[in-house]
């Protein structure tokens, strides 16, 4: 009887510890949790390690610390995870979500686009759907990408619909279809900062108008985007200045033999950007092999850019012919104009 008091008592204490541990790493999970959506991720990264330590086996505790864990270990983890069938499905199909961001930021988009799809059939999901749709279009595969965001447009209204309309439009652009890419961008919702798709939707349709030569669409466009143009690419950027600078000035026209009406020489423009340092890497790298590069700056609108060129030509029939021997077998666009 004794005996027996004695091993019911050191099995109570025994209990007693693992409650104790359990509730402590419960608690540093939560914790963990919270610093984490505060964004106060060293904390967060210490808390949840302590949490995962004690039970490692935890893949709801595990899941969580992987998000601040070192590379290796997370990617350990999510595919721990995501291959245990009696981890509940959201969970299963958040690890491989997990695993295809892994493998897209590598350029590994052949996996990535496994991964998501693997996501996707656990859970249907349109997020996973989408994120299998840009591996997809990374890799070329424009079928695999449209089906995927076009069954996502369907849940109209969401803002994963409206930002799958945009990835639409490009394809149609890529693909030259300009008139239906314009009107994919037009169902991408309002402008909104918050909304990044929104802005290079309108961006992409703004081209689009000057494209199908739909000048008034294009001004109204324009004056719509003025209001984002910190938030522009430089292409996009690029297309605004040329507009307003068509607007202002049109073009002189082109003699008809090839000279230049007043002996000016002609150049070739490979290239502009808003940045100067950018334009600076592309001349170190031109000079090289191509001798004489230079930048020239231009203000258009208050924006300053930065136009890179290379050579002095006579003529512009000369500078086409270089630019076609030399320039277009090196795979660098380029366009004459007088210098």
């Known amino acids: 009887m004794r005996g027996w008091v004695k091993a019911f008592t050191v099995e109570g204490v025994l209990l007693g510890v693992l409650y104790t541990w359990a509730a402590a790493a419960d608690t540093d999970h939560t914790a963990g949790v919270k610093l984490l959506d ?16 004690s039970h ?22 999510y595919t721990k995870c995501s291959g245990d069938t009696t981890v509940p499905d959201s969970l299963r199909a958040a690890s491989y979500g997990m695993l295809g961001d892994y493998s897209f930021v590598h350029s590994a988009f052949k996996t990535a686009a496994e991964r998501y799809r693997l996501a996707s059939t656990i859970r249907s999901d349109p997020y996973y759907r989408h994120r299998w749709a840009l591996a997809a279009a990374a890799l070329h595969d424009v079928t695999t990408a449209r089906s995927l965001w076009h069954t996502i447009t369907l849940d109209h209204g969401t803002l994963l619909a409206l930002e799958a309309h945009y990835r639409i439009g490009l394809l ?37 108008a000057i494209k199908l030569g739909r000048a008034d669409s ?64 592309l001349q170190k790298r031109l000079e090289q092999r191509f001798g004489e590069v230079s930048i020239l700056p231009v203000t258009l609108s208050d924006q ?6 290379i050579g002095t030509f006579q003529s512009k029939s000369a500078a086409e012919a270089y630019g076609g021997d030399s320039l277009t077998p090196a795979g660098i666009a380029f366009k004459a104009v007088a210098k």
């Open 172 to 208: 149609d652009m890529d693909a030259g279809h300009y008139d239906s890419a314009f009107q994919r961008f037009s169902r991408t919702g309002e402008l909104d900062a918050a909304r990044p798709w929104t802005i290079a939707a309108t961006a992409a349709k703004l081209e689009c």
């Open 56 to 77: 490692p086996s935890d893949c709801r505790i595990a899941f969580d610390y992987a998000r601040v864990a070192p590379c290796s270990l997370a990617v350990a983890i």
């Open 304 to 309: 300053v850019f930065y136009r890179v060129r």
């Open 218 to 281: 294009a001004k109204v466009l324009e004056k719509r985007l003025q209001p984002f143009g910190d938030r522009l690419l430089e292409k996009d950027l690029l297309t605004l200045a040329a507009l307003r600078t068509e607007e202002k000035a049109p073009a002189a026209p082109a003699p008809s033999d090839g000279e230049t009406s007043d002996g000016a020489a002609y150049t070739l423009q490979v290239g502009a950007f808003g940045s100067l340092d950018n334009a600076t890497s």
């Open 38 to 53: 505060e964004g106060r991720y060293k904390e967060a990264a210490q808390r949840l390690a302590k949490a995962y330590r």
